[in-house]
């Protein structure tokens, strides 16, 4: 049973435009949210977070919403460049006390110049 | 400030051996977790320690164990390994373990012959 899902494998963007890859969770004791990046044979890499207090949260390009009714987060990416291309994961944590993150499965962006 | 260091990179093992995972995590941090990556099963927490306690545990038999050293280090230790164990093994650290960022390292390939 997938907590975390990320519907879209992959997601082609023209370089410029908009990025937005989007993520949807079921269990609602889930409390606080982040993105990574990942490239083949390397760690992810850590984008950016929301706790499920904000509904909103910005870095630079990157800007995370949370719809907690919904159950949804999405990130945005403004302007997407060439090399933002990498697979991106949501994950999210339980409100128990601990560092486990759920993953959802990627999403694969490829900006295209 | 180095970040989160794992070895070895690469290891090829035989079914049956066991084997031992490296992670030193960033100065200062105390949270280590180790997730399992899979093309089949994505990323999936396996354990957290934090001041050397085991925190939380993922839905992984006996075989899979780790530890937490005073200075943080953690290893993780797979026994009777098995052609599935083979996966890149992901180590990321954290100053807290709760509603913060977690960072990780580079990753151990592990190939099961």
């Known amino acids: 049973d997938q907590q975390v899902k990320q519907n879209s494998p992959s997601l082609s963007v023209q370089e410029g435009r908009i990025s937005i890859l989007n993520c949807d969770y079921t269990?609602?004791?889930?409390?606080?949210f982040l993105w990574y990046k990942k490239y083949p044979a390397e760690g992810p890499t850590f984008l950016i977070s929301?706790?499920?207090?904000?509904d909103k949260n910005e870095d630079g390009r990157f800007t995370v919403f949370l719809n907690k009714s919904a159950k949804h987060l999405s990130l945005h990416i403004v302007p997407s460049q060439p090399g933002d291309s990498a697979v991106y994961f949501c994950?999210?944590?339980?409100?128990?006390?601990?560092?486990?993150?759920?993953f959802g499965p990627g999403t694969r962006l490829s900006v295209l110049p | 400030k180095a970040g989160v260091t794992q070895t070895p990179r690469y290891l090829i093992k035989t079914r049956g051996q066991q084997v031992t995972l490296s992670c030193s995590p960033i100065?200062?941090?105390?949270?280590v977790s180790w997730y399992q990556q899979t093309p089949g099963q994505g990323l999936q927490f396996l354990f957290e320690?934090?001041?050397?306690?085991?925190?939380n545990k993922g839905n992984f038999p006996g075989r899979f164990s780790g530890r937490q050293f005073s200075n943080s280090r953690s290893e993780m230790n797979v026994s009777t390994l098995e052609l599935g164990d083979s996966a890149l093994y992901l180590c990321?650290?954290?100053?807290?373990?709760?509603?913060?960022?977690?960072?990780f390292g580079q990753g151990t390939r592990l190939t099961v012959v």
């Open positions: 269990n609602s004791m889930f409390d606080y």
């Open positions: 100065s200062g941090h105390r949270s």
């Open positions: 990321a650290s954290s100053l807290g373990h709760r509603n913060t960022e977690a960072f």
């Open positions: 929301i706790s499920s207090i904000k």
């Open positions: 320690y934090f001041s050397e306690t085991q925190r």
């Open positions: 994950a999210a944590q339980p409100n128990n006390y601990g560092q486990n993150f759920v």
